[in-house]
């Protein structure tokens, strides 16, 4: 284990501030490729490994492909979109949150690039199916596309991560290097990076 733990200092410096989400947090997305005791050690896309802290109680969702027929009114979702031609927004990911799942906190990114909602109703349209949302800041139609992923999120256990899971965690880091994990999303393996 001793092994194990000395990749923490090496690969923990590779992480970009680009993918910071405040200034004491960290978002990365990885496949798990090894499991010991309170330690994964995730492979990154940029080729590298970085060794993640397991033994908090971290806000954890594994995800499943879904489809526009799982969206109804009432649910809560988290939308990421993208202005579309005629400057509405077309969703570009949608996470439907199960009951019992774990949340986001309701904050929009970027020129309202995620949104935390609840669906209001769904409508046809020639462009896709539109949802009308509401979140904190009103009602807002958000266009369904022929490319949008949608994810159902369900909630899970830290236990649950497996080798081969493909995961998606965000955390602080510690003082010898390592990311304490505070939040996880589980995909299926080869599902690419999960969203968080």
């Known amino acids: 284990m001793h092994r194990f733990a000395s990749l923490i200092i090496a690969s923990a410096v590779a992480i970009t501030p680009a993918q910071a989400q405040t200034a004491n947090e960290l978002r990365i997305s990885g496949t798990v490729e090894k499991l010991g005791g309170n330690l994964a050690a995730l492979s990154l896309s940029q080729g590298i ?3 993640v802290r397991l033994d908090s109680v971290p806000r954890v969702n594994a995800v499943a492909k879904g489809s526009g027929s ?7 979702v988290s939308i990421q979109a993208k ?3 005629s400057g509405d927004l077309v969703a570009t990911q949608i996470v439907l949150f199960a009951p019992g799942s774990n949340r ?3 904050e929009s990114g970027p020129d309202n690039a995620q949104r935390v909602a609840t669906i209001k109703n769904t409508n046809a349209s020639p462009e896709g199916p539109v949802l009308t949302v509401a979140d904190k800041d009103g009602d807002r139609k958000i266009t369904i596309g022929p490319d949008t992923a ?3 999120a369900r909630a899970a ?3 649950d991560i497996k080798v081969g899971s493909a995961v998606t965690v965000t955390g ?3 003082e010898d290097g390592s990311l304490q994990v505070l939040r996880a ?3 299926p393996a080869g599902s690419g990076n999960p969203p968080l």
Do not use: E, Y
Not at 70 to 76: F, H, I, R, V
């Open 172 to 174: 602080v880091k510690r």
């Open 150 to 152: 949608i994810w159902i």
């Open 185 to 187: 999303t589980i995909g």
């Open 157 to 159: 256990r830290i236990t």
């Open 104 to 106: 986001p906190d309701a």
């Open 83 to 85: 202005s579309g031609q």
């Open 70 to 76: 799982d969206l109804k009114a009432g649910s809560q």
């Open 49 to 51: 490994s970085l060794v």
